[in-house]
């Protein structure tokens, strides 16, 4: 894992300009949105400010400035919109670019672009099945959990008990969202760079991950990124907030957020296709097929 952790920066790293270049088509535009708000980051500032200062004093409830409302729907719906059209987009030409690298063949920005043309429908298409499927479990765990608790307290006459069992189930619930988003990666990949179908490249990320030889693989990796992303989001958060306190400004924390943003979805697509090749290496032998092939 080291050694997949220490190739991707390295990739990233070297080609860092291309990568950003590419999620800028991302994040360009949900930062100009986030800018249309306006002071928004400095009333939340402020409100919680009063919160901090006065816990539990009725006068410091949240008060709704109704002109931040009103500009809050269009532009969290603006930001879905592109993360759903424009991010599988820009995830498949990060991917053939990883692909591109690691068998020393010339990309490019637009060409990796005209590639993922190729592939936007598919991977948007796959993408919404997953979040389907997402949703799905977490109403599925939320129910479950709710009427476990229920039960539980019922039948051993001890809410602490039963509060401890649920914490240990949904402890082990999110352990399994780990493997699952891992699945979702691989999964991702192969209707990128092998051309699967929707339903063949989101049943091959499951059994590539859920296995007796990769599952414990595939959680450690899954752990890894969880622990980057917060890693990112820590990083972006102090660097952001700081300058929002300093400046009274939320310019700032819009840019930071939407610069650490463009390195972290680089350099984790970049580290999700090396760990898909990985496995395609230590199941499948890939490597001896591109051998052959570039022998041929």
Do not use: C
Request: net charge positive.
């Amino acid at each position: 894992m080291g050694e997949l952790l220490d190739r991707a920066v390295t990739l990233f790293v070297k080609n860092a300009w291309l990568f950003i270049a590419l999620a800028a088509i991302v994040y360009v535009p949900v930062a100009v949105a986030q800018l249309s708000m306006g002071d928004f980051w400095v009333w939340y500032m402020n409100q919680f400010s009063k919160v901090i200062a006065q816990p539990g004093d009725p006068a410091t409830a949240l008060a709704l400035d109704r002109a931040l409302v009103q500009k809050f729907g269009p532009v969290g719906s603006f930001t879905f919109i592109i993360l759903v059209v424009a991010g599988p987009l820009v995830a498949s030409a990060m991917a053939h670019v990883t692909g591109n690298l690691l068998t020393g063949t010339a990309t490019s920005f637009g060409e990796s672009l005209r590639f993922a043309l190729t592939r936007w429908g598919r991977v948007v298409l796959f993408a919404l099945l997953w979040i389907a499927a997402l949703f799905a479990v977490f109403f599925g765990v939320i129910l479950i959990l709710s009427l476990l608790t229920v039960g539980l307290i019922t039948l051993l006459k001890s809410a602490a008990v039963a509060v401890l069992l649920v914490i240990v189930i949904f402890l082990a619930t999110i352990f399994l969202i780990v493997v699952a988003s891992v699945s979702m990666g691989v999964g991702f990949m192969a209707a990128i760079i092998e051309n699967a179908g929707v339903l063949t490249a989101f049943g091959s990320g499951i059994s590539r991950t859920i296995n007796r030889q990769m599952f414990w693989r595939s959680t450690l990796f899954g752990l890894v990124l969880f622990a980057i992303s917060i890693g990112f989001s820590i990083i972006g958060s102090l660097a952001g907030f700081g300058l929002l306190a300093a400046l009274k400004t939320g310019i700032p924390l819009v840019v930071i957020n939407a610069v650490v943003a463009m390195i972290q979805y680089g350099f984790f697509v970049v580290f999700i296709a090396l760990f898909y090749y990985d496995l395609r290496v230590r199941r499948e032998g890939v490597d001896l097929e591109s051998m052959a092939a570039r022998l041929a």
